[in-house]
Antibody, heavy 118, light 112 residues
């Protein structure tokens, strides 16, 4: 059974930092494209970042230079390092895996809440 | 970046009746490999999204056949042949043709 378990969400002040983790199980983690997608309260889905199986990385424009996606295949874990956090980064952050070879997100974790506020 | 426009944003439907959602992209979603990477997701309140359709018209595992995706290039449609109570929620289209992925704004389906 595929499982994605996010952790690390918290209340942080503007300008602060946070590291999210996503523990994966039930599939060959190292072979899959993985992403972070966020959803602000009452809003729609917003793609944040993607990392390929070959460690290639991609970012939404508003997080470039502030967020870093990474993966540790030995631990089956996906990370999102977030710096210089802003109020508009407040959201539920979902970890998601691609459907192999289909460039579609086929499984999502339950999400972890990041709140940026003073 | 590719902008995706979904219509309608809200769709009140009667149980057992059909529903249709449109998704239009600002650029063609045909990838250099020849595939078109447009997918549809469904999100119930308080739940993460789940994949319904990928590459325009391929139903994901376990998705009922009352869900049908169609379209090409920049215009795509999701149709529900007969809406059931469990179909309420928000539907999103998503493009993955470019490295920078984008979602539509979402269409809220509710029962009249």
């Amino acid at each position: 059974e595929v499982r994605l378990l996010e952790s690390g969400g918290d209340l942080v002040q503007p300008g602060g930092s946070l590291r999210l983790s996503c523990a994966a199980s039930g599939f060959a983690f190292s072979s899959y494209v993985m992403s972070w997608v966020r959803q602000a309260p009452g809003r729609g889905l917003e793609w944040v970042s993607t990392i390929g199986a070959s460690y290639d990385t991609y970012y939404e424009d508003s997080v470039k230079g502030r967020f870093t996606i990474s993966r540790d295949n030995s631990k089956n874990t996906l990370y999102l390092e977030m710096n210089s956090l802003r109020a508009e980064d407040t959201a539920i952050y979902y970890c998601a895996k691609d459907h192999l070879g289909a460039l579609a997100v086929d499984f999502w974790g339950q999400g972890t809440l990041v709140t940026v506020s003073s | 970046d590719i902008v995706i426009t979904q219509t309608p944003l809200s769709s009140p439907v009667t149980l057992g009746q059909p529903a249709s959602i449109s998704c239009r992209s600002s650029q063609s979603l045909v990838h250099s490999d020849g595939n078109t990477y447009l997918s549809w997701l469904h999100q119930r309140p308080g739940q993460p999204p789940r994949l319904l359709i990928y590459k325009i018209s391929n139903r994901f595992s376990g998705v009922p056949d009352r869900f049908t995706g169609s379209g090409a290039g920049t215009d795509f449609t999701l149709k529900i042949s007969r809406v059931e109570a469990e179909d309420v929620g928000v539907y999103y289209c998503m493009q993955t043709a470019q490295f920078s992925r984008t979602f539509g704004q979402g269409t809220k389906v509710e029962i009249k």
